[in-house]
């Protein structure tokens, strides 16, 4: 049997729990002394689902502190279930966590839970990411007055929009440890738009108002400085708030169509 036969094989044996596959495997495996091939597969796969629930108690800490550790090991199990580690970087793991959230019936009482988890998720890329560059002003300066129009403004490479109906930039703030202040968040303060994105070592959670978060989607969706314009002339006005982005580090590059 060659390689990837066996590797398929064996993943069928650990993660569908087949039988027939688990019996085959057994055939190419020497298990340990004093343990049948079986025992020593179920040996691995509680490893396995060890270490990946560990894995997701590290990037979704506040949602596990939100429906307490032993629930969130159910969940995690359940999840994993359906979702087995692919990737051979543990930091890939756990991205559909919160779609999952979204449709696993214990937890319908907490609405706002999946997108917790995303911004959990988010904040989890934006930490292990790229770093993020600063605009090159001297650059930007040398594009002819006549192209101006062209300019397609980018955002961090390495960054998140965020919206939700939910508050839960103030119910992620109050679950971390170092927080202090009022613990008591009230669904009714609304929903929240955040822009997430690090500057150097600094991560950074931003919350713009209306105006500034339809202008950051404008530049989201890389269109020219034009098209902006003319899309917005009615709500923002682009030229004032371009160097405002500019000084925050909400614009880190830019390039001519």
Same mark, same amino acid.
């Given at each position: 049997m060659d390689v990837i036969a066996l590797q398929n094989l064996f993943y069928r044996a650990v993660w569908e729990k087949d039988s027939a596959s688990s019996e085959e495997l057994s055939k190419h495996i020497k298990a340990a002394q004093d343990l049948t091939p079986a025992e020593g597969i179920a040996i691995y796969r509680n490893n396995v689902v060890g270490n990946l629930t560990t894995t997701l108690k590290s990037i979704y800490p506040v949602c596990c502190q939100l429906v307490g550790e032993k629930f969130f090991q159910a969940t995690a199990v359940k999840f994993i279930s359906q979702y087995p580690c692919i990737s051979p970087d543990l930091g890939d793991y756990g991205e559909q966590l919160p779609d999952f959230l979204a449709d696993? *019936?214990?937890? +319908?009482?907490?609405?706002?839970?999946?997108?917790?988890?995303?911004? *959990?998720?988010?904040?989890?890329?934006?930490? !292990? @990411? *790229? /770093?993020?560059?600063?605009?090159?002003? %001297?650059?930007?300066?040398?594009?002819? %007055?006549?192209?101006?129009? =062209?300019? #397609?403004?980018?955002?961090?490479?390495?960054?998140? $929009? &965020? =919206?939700? +109906?939910?508050? #839960?930039?103030? #119910?992620?703030?109050?679950? %971390?440890?170092?927080?202090? @202040? *009022?613990?008591?968040?009230?669904?009714?303060?609304? @929903?929240?738009? !955040?822009?997430?994105?690090?500057?150097?070592? /600094? $991560?950074? &959670?931003?919350?713009? @108002?209306?105006? =500034?978060? =339809?202008?950051l989607k404008a530049f989201q969706g890389n269109y020219p400085l034009e098209a902006i314009c003319e899309q917005l002339a009615d709500e923002v006005d682009v030229g004032s708030w371009l160097p405002v982005f500019v000084q925050r580090g909400w614009i880190s590059d830019f390039s001519v169509s």
């Amino acid at each position: 049997m060659d390689v990837i036969a066996l590797q398929n094989l064996f993943y069928r044996a650990v993660w569908e729990k087949d039988s027939a596959s688990s019996e085959e495997l057994s055939k190419h495996i020497k298990a340990a002394q004093d343990l049948t091939p079986a025992e020593g597969i179920a040996i691995y796969r509680n490893n396995v689902v060890g270490n990946l629930t560990t894995t997701l108690k590290s990037i979704y800490p506040v949602c596990c502190q939100l429906v307490g550790e032993k629930f969130f090991q159910a969940t995690a199990v359940k999840f994993i279930s359906q979702y087995p580690c692919i990737s051979p970087d543990l930091g890939d793991y756990g991205e559909q966590l919160p779609d999952f959230l979204a449709d696993f *019936e214990p937890v +319908a009482n907490l609405p706002y839970l999946p997108d917790v988890a995303r911004l *959990e998720w988010f904040w989890h890329r934006v930490f !292990i @990411g *790229e /770093d993020t560059t600063s605009l090159d002003v %001297q650059k930007l300066a040398a594009v002819p %007055q006549e192209r101006w129009g =062209e300019l #397609i403004f980018h955002l961090p490479k390495n960054s998140f $929009m &965020l =919206e939700s +109906a939910y508050p #839960i930039h103030r #119910i992620w703030q109050v679950n %971390q440890a170092d927080y202090q @202040g *009022e613990l008591t968040v009230s669904l009714d303060e609304g @929903g929240s738009n !955040i822009f997430l994105w690090r500057q150097d070592y /600094d $991560m950074r &959670l931003d919350l713009p @108002g209306t105006l =500034e978060w =339809e202008l950051l989607k404008a530049f989201q969706g890389n269109y020219p400085l034009e098209a902006i314009c003319e899309q917005l002339a009615d709500e923002v006005d682009v030229g004032s708030w371009l160097p405002v982005f500019v000084q925050r580090g909400w614009i880190s590059d830019f390039s001519v169509s």
